[in-house]
Each structure stands twice: as C-alpha cells, then as structure tokens.
C-alpha cells in the first residue's frame, strides 16, 4: 500500500481518523491511506470588499476557494450559518475562541480591491488551535477577468501549507466535448478549468478529434484528427487556436501522440504495413526515428518525468499488457502481471507510479502501479472507465466514464490516487478523452 505522510502545518486539534496522530505542541500528522480520514474542518468566511467595485468578488472568491478545498475530500467547511465571528477587516484582530467554539481548526480570512479592471486579493491563513497566523500574508495581483485564477491560486496556498504538498486547483483541462445521440456523436476539443469552469471551444464538429495532450508548458495541444479520412497528429496552440499536421503526409495512420518533457520531440504510434509501432518525431524538423519493430501492435505511449523512459501498450505477449522501455528505443520490460486486459498507460507526474485502464470479467477499472509493476491497486469499476490522466500534483487522476446502454454517454470523473473521494467533473456536454495541464505560470 502505498502512503503519503502530510505534515499538516496548521496544528489543530483535529479529531483525525484512520492512521492519524496529533501532538499537543506540534503540528498534526495525517497519514493519508487507503482508510478513511476524516476531514479537516475550516472556515472561509467571505473576503472583505476594499473598494466599492469589490463586493461582487468578495464572496465568489471565498465560494471557489471552498470548493477546491472541500473537493478534495481533505478537508471540510464549516458553514458561514454556524459562525459566530464575523470578519469586517483584513488587518481585524481573530476571535480564536469563537472560531474554536464551531470547530474551525483552521482559518481563511481575506480581502479584495479593484482598481479599474485590476484585481488584488490578499489573504491570510490561521491556526485557531494555536491561536497564531500561519507565516506571513501572501498578496496576488491580476485582472478582474481572471478572478477564478485568482481564487484557485489562494486555494493552491492554502492546500500546499496544510498538506506540504503542491496544488493542482489553477491548472486547465483539454478533452474531447461530446454531443448529439450515441450513433451520430459530434466531436470537438475542448478546454476548461479543472473543475469544470471556463469552457472554451478549440476545434469545429465537423471531423473526429481524439485524444489531446497539453504540453509540458500548457501553451499547445498535441491531438489525432480525421479531417483527412484516416487519423493523422496535429498540434495546436491553445492561445491563438492555431494548428498543424505533425503527421509524415505518406498516406500513414498516426495516432495516440505525446510530448516529450522538452516540448520539443513527440511520441506516437504509426501503422504501416499492417504493423503498429512507436516513433518519434522531433517537431521543429520533422525528422522521425522509429522506436519499436516488432510484429505487435504498440500504442499509447507516454514519457516518464525526466524524460528517460517510455510505458507503452502492446500485444506482444498475445494479451494487451503494459511495457516500459529506453525512451530512445531498445529492449522494453514488461511490467502488468494481472488478470486482464491493460491499456492507456500515464506515469505520474511524481515519476513513482504508473495510471492505467484495466479491462477484466467484464467490468473496466482505473488503477495504479509503481513502476516496476508493484503494489497494483485497482481505483475504480464500472461498466466502461478508461484513459487516465494525472493532476499536476500526482495526487488525483482524471478519466472517462461512459454509461450503458443506447441513451448513455461519456462523462469525466475524478478520483483519488488512494480509491477515495471518486467524483463527476461538470461539464456542459459529454466528455471524454481528459488531459490534465501542468500547474499555470
């Protein structure tokens, strides 16, 4: 089993659950498991208006902070109804007591200005057990535009201070939006905010578009289109939606494409000859070298984190299963040993552990494995789950979840790296094929 030991620094007196411990004049130790924890208990009140123009972000602000936080089954918001203090000032001195008398352990407590269409909001975070502020107040600046980057960055702060790990909340999410009945299905790349917000449309309808991919930097999209009758790479860059074809031009199929961690060579499969191999292509001269040879069909590859190695599917051994290999090219070890079917492999942003998509008796699972093919551990079942995708942070993963049935459709759902907190991902259509972004500058 695999454990993520939190070094909470707001040290609250939490009554913790499942593998936690909790020392009087430190700071609380939650061991996040596959058991269950039980939520920190916070308060956000609304953040103090400073200017006239503010009041409208006031509240939205602190409602998005909540959200992200709660979201993560980590922690869980103690209702404004039940607070007994009422914040009127950034700088206003903190009535620990009432905050302890509705079990807030801890505090987020903030203020926004606007000057025209410029957005500052400031916030502090609180230790009400230890009666303390944590460190110093932290400030971000930008556009009233932006005011839900604004709120998910303080969001990132909060959550990176509790748990001592990196945020995932100001990060973007490219699919493929799906829409029409299940035997005409319309398809289109599409972009949003993490959980849900900000939808903006990439591409047109009017051909097939699967499995995009955000570059190391977020700024383009890596994705397999059949514009041209058979499937061929295109890149496209996210600000200017503006594309290219990748592909060779040869009449070849190209398809499941995949940056590299320098941005500048991608990853593919191409099928010639009735054989499905891996190459790769560095994309400023097009020039490509072909990583695997052998009479099996490889797909799906995707770059461990320093850019060293390659996990990729193949049915090599007569079975789909899951390979690692040089990123270079060379001998590839097989690594999945299970019962089943393994597919859509991800390497965790972290570098230990590897998503994937398990098909067995029938049902489909998401599921994780360390690199070596250890410590498998199945996330979820249903009747179709698949193409996993991991938050910035390495903590939680993306996939598609597709119902039953004539009627049923494609959805995004959310999970745990633990099994926990599994969760729907709004969104305005149909949604499939996800890719997570790296955290935004």
Do not use: C
């Not at 109804?81 to 352990?105: L, M």
């Not at 909340?169 to 939006?177: C, E, L, N, Q, T």
């Not at 597919?343 to 029938?362: H, L």
């Amino acid at each position: 089993m695999r454990k993520i030991l939190a070094a909470l620094l707001i040290g609250a007196a939490a009554a913790a659950g499942a593998g936690a411990a909790m020392a009087q004049d430190g700071p609380l130790r939650i061991e996040i498991d596959q058991g269950v924890i039980e939520p920190l208990p916070y308060a956000v009140p609304d953040f103090v208006p400073e200017t006239p123009a503010a009041s409208e972000y006031a509240t939205q602000i602190a409602r998005v902070i909540a959200a992200d936080l709660s979201g993560t089954g980590l922690f869980r918001e103690v209702p404004a109804s039940a607070h007994i203090s009422k914040v009127t000032g950034f700088d206003s001195p903190v009535k620990y007591a009432d905050w302890k008398a509705v079990n807030a352990q801890a505090l987020i407590t903030g203020a926004v200005s606007v000057n025209g269409n410029q957005l500052t909001v400031r916030f502090r975070g609180h230790d009400v057990f230890a009666e303390k502020e944590l460190g110093t107040g932290l400030q971000f600046n930008g556009t009233t535009d932006g005011w839900r980057r604004m709120a998910h960055k303080v969001a990132d702060a909060v959550y990176s201070r509790i748990t001592g790990e990196s945020g995932y909340f100001d990060s973007r999410v490219v699919y493929v939006s799906e829409s029409g009945p299940k035997n005409d299905r319309r398809k289109r790349l599409a972009v949003m905010d993490y959980d849900g917000a900000n939808v903006q449309y990439l591409t047109n309808s009017a051909s097939i578009v699967l499995a995009p991919r955000f570059s190391p930097t977020g700024d383009r999209v890596l994705y397999t289109s059949y514009e041209s009758g058979f499937p061929q790479i295109h890149v496209l860059d996210v600000g200017q939606v503006q594309r290219k074809v990748l592909s060779s031009g040869d009449g070849t199929m190209s398809f499941a494409p995949r940056f590299a961690p320098d941005g500048r060579t991608i990853v593919y499969s191409q099928t010639q000859g009735g054989n499905t191999d891996l190459f790769s292509m560095d994309i400023s001269t097009g020039a490509k070298s072909r990583l695997t040879s052998a009479p099996s069909i490889e797909t799906a590859p995707s770059f461990s984190p320093d850019g060293s190695q390659i996990v990729f599917e193949s049915d090599r051994s007569g079975s789909q299963q899951l390979y690692v290999m040089p990123a270079g090219g060379g001998e590839a070890r097989r690594i999945s040993f299970g019962e089943g079917r393994y597919g859509t492999p991800v390497w965790s942003p972290r570098g230990d552990m590897i998503a994937f998509t398990k098909q067995n008796k029938g049902r489909f699972h998401i599921g994780v494995m360390r690199t070596d093919g250890g410590e498998e551990r199945l996330l979820t079942a249903s009747f179709l789950d698949e193409g996993p995708t991991w938050a910035p942070n390495g903590r939680v993963i993306m996939f598609t979840r597709e119902s039953q049935g004539s009627a049923g459709r494609a959805l995004l759902y959310s999970v745990d790296i633990t099994g926990r907190n599994l969760k729907p991902v709004k969104t305005p259509d149909g949604a499939s094929d996800p890719a997570w972004s790296p955290l935004q500058n």
